[in-house]
Nanobody, 124 residues
Framework: QVQLVESGGGLVQPGGSLRLSCAASGFTFDTHGLGWFRQAAGKEREFVAAITWSGGNTYYADSVKGRFTISRDNAKNTLYLQMNSLNAEDTATYFC?????????????????WGQGTQVTVSS
């Protein structure tokens, strides 16, 4: 049974940091590309960041570039998202996802597995 379980969300003040984790099981983790997506209230889910199976390439949305860092630990079957300099526009539910194969990492339908999400709220 495939599982992706996000953790690390919470309430943080503007300018603060959070580190999200996504623990994976039930599939061959180190052959899959991974991504983080987010969905704010009343908005569509959007791409945040992605990383290839080896970790050799990463991709970021323009809105988070320079502030967020995606990484993975294939020995621990875990994906991470380090988020710095958070602002109110980063408030959303954050989802991790996994995919096998080629194609754009920005394209959500190419992702095979999804987690349930973790809430991040940036507020003073």
């Amino acid at each position: 049974q495939v599982q992706l379980v996000e953790s690390g969300g919470g309430l943080v003040q503007p300018g603060g940091s959070l580190r999200l984790s996504c623990a994976a099981s039930g599939f061959t983790f180190d052959t899959h590309g991974l991504g983080w997506f987010r969905q704010a209230a009343g908005k569509e889910r959007e791409f945040v960041a992605a990383i290839t199976w080896s970790g050799g390439n990463t991709y970021y949305a323009d809105s988070v570039k320079g502030r967020f860092t995606i990484s993975r630990d294939n020995a621990k079957n875990t994906l991470y998202l380090q988020m710095n300099s958070l602002n109110a526009e980063d408030t959303a539910t954050y989802f991790c996802a996994a995919r096998l194969g080629s194609g754009s990492y920005y394209y959500q339908p190419l992702y095979d597995y999804w987690g349930q999400g973790t809430q991040v709220t940036v507020s003073s």
